[in-house]
């Protein structure tokens, strides 16, 4: 299959770029599209024939359902049994934006969409050309990062490219995305509101809104524990991993600094890589030597985070070295991405 490219950068021919866009949707293929969050992978999510070539295009497991976006609050009335109460306060904060819900399904949302699941995720994006493709394909957008699964989710259309060129129908190129990181889970459907997966919608910002919510047990520590299966089931998949054997240093920069550079020193022969910091990027000796933003900035490291990790990949990084951040508020979702990213590799200095 030959991959489209439509470039709606310049803001020039959106309405026409869309319009084809969406006739791919309504007609059963594939559209990957920038969101604020990461690009997604969009099929019509009520389309039972549809929905199984996003999984196929990823190499995504089954099991792992899909995300289902709308453009306008009443469109959830279609795909979900019930709107609890603390779901239209949460809508009203947060919405359009980078959270998702996850509701009792109702009888047109395909299994195959919710991976079997009795319940449906539902987002609506802030970004406007996903949300005026939602619009124009009219049917809820179901959508995953569009990425190969176990690959760093995509902020760039390039990324998209590298991964689903001649998998997909088309890919429309937005520019690179705002926030970098997958959208915040937040589970609506029982008593308290459960996060499921951290994002930039924080557990803080959440409480401020609705006042009691609490974190999965099997994403609240950041390593996982055997026993607690997590309730969103793409959470316990390897992901965002680079190729290269990944480790995390905690601890005080100065020493992580000092340690870094005696790990790479040893290790001669291979391609060396830091995820480094501005604060810290000029004292590393590694062949490659990438600052993902200022510790002083969470937002820009969550912004550069994948791109960082696919650059590494890119350049051949052998053995890469990646220092820890603060794990307070967004820290925490970055902090839960970069673990998955170093397959729970961590050192404590
Ligand atoms: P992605 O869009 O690639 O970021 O993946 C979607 C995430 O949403 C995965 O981690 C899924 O496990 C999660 N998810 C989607 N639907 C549900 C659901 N009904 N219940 C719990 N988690 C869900
Ligand atoms: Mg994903």
Redesign the pocket.
């Known amino acids: 299959m030959k991959t489209e490219y439509v470039d709606l950068r310049d803001g020039k021919d959106v309405k026409e770029g869309l319009y084809k866009a969406a006739e791919i949707i309504k007609t059963g293929g594939l559209v990957a599209f920038p969101t604020e969050t990461?690009y997604?992978l969009g099929a019509n999510g009520l389309d039972e024939n549809a929905v199984p070539k996003i999984y196929e295009a990823k190499g995504?497991p089954s099991d792992?359902?899909?995300?289902l976006h709308i453009s306008e609050f009443d469109e959830i009335e279609n795909i979900v049994k019930e709107i609890p109460d603390v779901a239209f306060v949460l809508a009203d904060e947060f919405w359009p934006g980078p959270l998702?819900m996850?509701f009792k399904?109702s009888d047109i949302v395909p299994y195959r969409t919710?991976?079997g699941?009795e319940?449906?995720?539902v987002r609506m994006p802030s970004n406007k050309i996903a949300r005026e493709l939602i619009k124009t394909a009219g049917v809820p957008v179901a959508?995953?990062?569009a990425n190969s699964s176990g690959r760093p989710?995509p902020t760039k259309a390039d990324h998209v490219l590298s991964d689903l060129d001649g998998k997909i129908d088309m890919v429309i190129d937005g520019g690179t995305v705002d926030i970098g990181l997958?959208?915040t889970?937040v589970?609506v459907t029982g008593e308290v509101p459960v996060i499921?997966?951290p994002g930039f919608i924080t557990e803080e910002m959440l409480s401020e809104a609705i006042g009691r919510v609490k974190t999965d047990d099997a994403v609240k520590n950041l390593s996982p524990d055997k026993d607690l299966k997590?309730?969103?089931?793409?959470?316990k998949y390897r992901h965002y991993a680079p190729q290269g054997k990944m480790t995390i240093y905690k601890g005080k920069p100065e020493k992580v600094v000092k340690i870094i550079n005696e790990e790479t020193a040893k290790s001669e022969g291979k391609k060396t890589a830091v995820l480094a910091t501005d604060e810290t990027k000029r004292y590393y000796k590694a062949d490659i030597v990438i600052s993902v933003g200022s510790r002083e900035d969470s937002e820009s490291i969550a912004h550069n985070l994948f791109d960082t990790l696919r650059s590494f990949d890119d350049m051949g990084a052998e053995i890469i070295f990646s220092e820890g951040f603060d794990e307070s508020r967004l820290g925490f979702a970055i902090m839960n991405r970069l673990h998955k990213s170093a397959g729970y590799n961590i050192v404590n200095v």
């Open positions: 990461v997604g995504r792992n359902p899909l995300i998702t996850v399904k919710t991976g699941l319940s449906v995720a959508a995953p990062s989710s997958e959208s889970i589970d499921l997966r997590p309730k969103a089931p793409g959470m």
